[in-house]
């Protein structure tokens, strides 16, 4: 089992920049594939970025390519999302979640362990 909680979410203007956290705890988290996703109001949850097991390998959504990058720190347990020159359109839930298979790294069925989600919200 892993728990995962993310935090860093919040209200910032177009063009701004925040941080997001995942922290996890119970099983080491260097033994699954790391992934933000989002969901917007009336929308499906929605892949955002990937980072394999040993952080060497990212994959990112178009929509975000160049503005966010995804990293981890296997010795804090920690993953993050840092999203720069952020848009109204990133305003979402963003959640964490963990898989223990390299496969399908961009669907949601993919992954085993999932955050409670952190608000995004980008002013315009």
């Known amino acids: 089992q892993v728990q995962l909680v993310e935090s860093g979410g919040g209200l910032v203007q177009a063009g701004g920049s925040l941080r997001l956290s995942c922290a996890a705890s119970?099983?080491?988290?260097?033994?699954?594939?790391m992934g933000w996703f989002r969901q917007a109001p009336g929308k499906e949850r929605e892949f955002v970025a990937t980072?394999?097991?040993?952080?060497?390998?990212?994959y990112y959504v178009d929509s975000v390519k160049g503005r966010f990058t995804i990293s981890r720190d296997n010795v804090k347990n920690t993953v993050y999302l840092q999203m720069n020159s952020l848009k109204p359109e990133d305003t979402a839930v963003y959640y964490c979640?963990?898989?223990?298979?390299?496969?399908?790294?961009?669907?949601?069925?993919?992954?085993?362990?999932w955050g409670q989600g952190t608000q995004v919200t980008v002013s315009s």
């Open positions: 979640a963990a898989a223990r298979t390299v496969a399908r790294a961009t669907m949601t069925e993919a992954y085993d362990y």
């Open positions: 980072i394999s097991r040993s952080g060497g390998s990212t």
């Open positions: 119970g099983r080491t988290s260097s033994n699954y594939r």
